[in-house]
């Protein structure tokens, strides 16, 4: 069975710093694209960042660009968000999730629909 199980969520307050991170078992992902998305409520579920199979490529939301870097671990079969400078506009339900099409590529993609495997989320508030 395919699990992604995201930690790291919690209440911090603006300006503050929280690491997300993003275990998967079941399966070895290490050749994949992996990616961070988020969903406040009300809100679809929004791009955040994604990182390539062996991390040369990244690509982040303008809304979060200088502020928060994804990175990935595959001898663990993890991936990270680090969140710096926090605002309270991050409040929300960050979800990583597996871009299993583009195996080995060196492609990152923003879609929600094009990743097909997902944890169950974390939620991140940021006071003001």
């Known amino acids: 069975q395919v699990q992604l199980v995201e930690s790291g969520g919690g209440l911090v307050q603006a300006g503050g710093s929280l690491r997300l991170s993003c275990a998967a078992s079941g399966r070895t992902f290490s050749s994949y694209p992996m990616g961070w998305f988020r969903q406040a409520p009300g809100n679809e579920r929004e791009f955040v960042a994604a990182i390539s199979w062996i991390g040369v490529r990244t690509d982040y939301a303008d809304s979060v660009k200088g502020r928060f870097t994804i990175s990935r671990d595959n001898a663990k079969n993890t991936v990270y968000l680090q969140m710096n400078s926090l605002k309270p506009e991050d409040t929300a339900v960050y979800y990583c999730?597996?871009?299993?099409?583009?195996?080995?590529?060196?492609?990152?993609?923003?879609?929600?629909?094009?990743?097909?495997?997902w944890g169950q989320g974390t939620q991140v508030t940021v006071s003001s």
């Open positions: 999730a597996v871009d299993s099409h583009l195996s080995g590529s060196y492609y990152v993609r923003r879609t929600v629909y094009e990743y097909d495997y």
